[in-house]
């Protein structure tokens, strides 16, 4: 009897929980309330599962070594205008050789320096073994004038990237020290024309030489330093010849110390496929696509089959005034444009259910004064090499958040990883594609979302090098 009761009396309370437990999530669901979240999130198991092998673990290896000899030097280098102009440079060339190869090869980088300072390479957006990324105190000591240092990786990722130094980088990247790295991926289709153009601005002094001043109190409290002569792969006044009708895979990639770029297409239909290296999820309109230093756009554009006898343009609208980059001209002769879809990503996550998801870390973005005249820029109140590093753990989702408290551009780029933004100012963004690099504007709030893969210390920095050089960096320790 009393057993009885007992039984009955639990089995009713049982239910009447249950029935609560219902009433309450059917009426969060109802109310919009983001039920699926609390419920599952808050581990992470869904978002990592959503990451869905975007990209590999581990590099696709051929066995092939790819070699290359590069010897950083002083050089006299003409530019269009006429000008013999003293430049930094890889293996007397500006920009620096074009690295290529394919998935699956190993490229081996036998590097020499010649310069009369210290210097590394860092090869910008590949996911290399840690001891290849070539940041002076983190992964490998500087190379001195005079020394030699073999870089060796296979990378995991096809796509365009870029190499430069990681030493006193505001002087070096400005004084010509940069070079493409594109990665070829054998499955993706083949277009007329597969065309890099670096984008550099250099600030001139009056006798047209490389303004020999860096990390000016003036630059560094700015946005930089921002140059007065455009180039595109190392030349004033780029011309680019195409015939009608071609199809162009154009990779765009940012070496500026600090400029902005806003791409204006003109007349050509400009459709991007791959950003920061991989590929998108969809193309997308690549008019107005802004390109911060560091970044890369590549761009699927088909040029009309009819004859032309006026060139096409591609500027820049970023500030006020438009600056012309490039004069595509129309040769007399046609073209074939190989039809096909544009390539895109068959795995890409869709995290917009991290919205609720508190930031594992979020960076304070600011400067402080330092003596007199200068100021220095901090993440978190400190300069490096005092920034504390954040720790995360491979295979993990994280979301971590850049709040800009200055007034300042700050495109924020972290080695070794590929982030997707998730939200700028609390509005949910959706961008179909990866970055390794993404602007952070004035006071801006900006949401990233990343499942580490690779295990090591990897740099977090500002890319307007006069803001990394004053304090604008810190590092991320994968285990
Ligand atoms: Cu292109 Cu540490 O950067
Ligand atoms: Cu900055």
């Not at 309450?24 to 609390?38: H, K, N």
């Not at 973005?365 to 330092?370: C, Y």
């Not at 100012?425 to 990233?448: A, C, H, M």
């Amino acid at each position: 009897m009393h057993v009885q009761v007992s039984k009955t009396f639990t089995f009713g309370l049982l239910l009447g929980i249950l029935i609560l437990l219902t009433a309450i999530y059917t009426t969060a669901l109802s109310l919009g309330l983001p039920a699926r979240d609390w419920l599952t999130t808050t581990s992470g198991v869904n978002l990592v599962s959503a990451f869905n092998n975007s990209y590999p673990e581990q590099a696709p290896a051929s066995g092939q070594i790819v070699e290359y000899s590069l010897v950083a030097q002083k050089n006299h280098i003409q530019l269009v205008n006429d000008q013999e102009i003293e430049m930094w440079t890889y293996n007397s060339q500006l920009p620096g050789p074009q690295m290529r190869i394919s998935l699956g090869q190993t490229l081996k980088i036998n590097f020499t320096n010649n310069l009369p300072q210290e210097t590394t390479i860092h090869f910008h957006g590949v996911r290399v073994p840690n001891a290849m990324d070539g940041v002076p105190g983190v992964t490998q000591a500087p190379i001195k004038p005079g020394e030699t240092f073999v870089y060796t990786f296979t990378p995991k990722d096809a796509g365009t990237y870029w190499y430069h130094p990681h030493v006193r980088g505001s002087e070096q990247l400005e004084r010509g020290l940069y070079g493409a790295l594109i990665v070829e991926d054998p499955q993706e289709p083949k277009y007329s024309q597969d065309i890099v153009w670096m984008l550099d601005d250099l600030r001139t002094g009056d006798d047209g030489q490389v303004y020999p001043y860096f990390n000016t109190p003036h630059d560094v409290a700015h946005d930089g330093r921002w140059g007065n002569v455009f180039m595109v792969n190392g030349q004033t006044d780029f011309k680019q010849a195409v015939r009608a009708g071609d199809r162009l895979r154009l990779r765009i990639i940012n070496a500026s110390n600090a400029r902005v770029y806003q791409l204006d297409f003109g007349e050509l239909d400009a459709i991007g496929f791959a950003v920061d290296g991989l590929l998108a999820s969809e193309t997308f309109s690549a008019q107005g696509f802004i390109v911060a230093p560091g970044n890369r756009l590549d761009v699927d554009i088909i040029i009309p089959a009819i004859s032309r006898t006026r060139p096409y343009y591609v500027s820049d609208m970023f500030t006020d005034r438009s600056n012309r980059l490039v004069t595509l001209n129309v040769l007399d002769k046609l073209g074939s444009a190989e039809e096909f879809l544009t390539p895109t990503a068959k795995n890409h996550p869709d995290w917009s259910q991290a919205m609720s998801t508190p930031p594992f870390h979020d960076y304070r973005l600011n400067a402080q004064r330092r003596g007199h005249m200068q100021i220095q820029w901090t993440m978190d109140n400190q300069a490096y090499p005092n920034s504390a590093p954040i720790e995360l753990e491979k295979n993990k989702f994280y979301k971590l958040r850049f709040t800009n408290e200055s007034y300042r551009l700050h495109p924020m780029h972290i080695h070794g990883q590929f982030f997707k933004v998730l939200a700028r100012n609390g509005q949910p963004v959706s961008e179909p594609y990866w970055r390794d690099t993404v602007l952070i504007k004035r006071q801006e709030v900006v949401d990233i979302g990343l499942v580490p893969l690779d295990n090591g210390n990897w740099a977090n920095h500002c890319h307007i090098l006069e803001h990394a050089e004053s304090g604008m960096m810190t590092t991320i320790k994968v285990i």
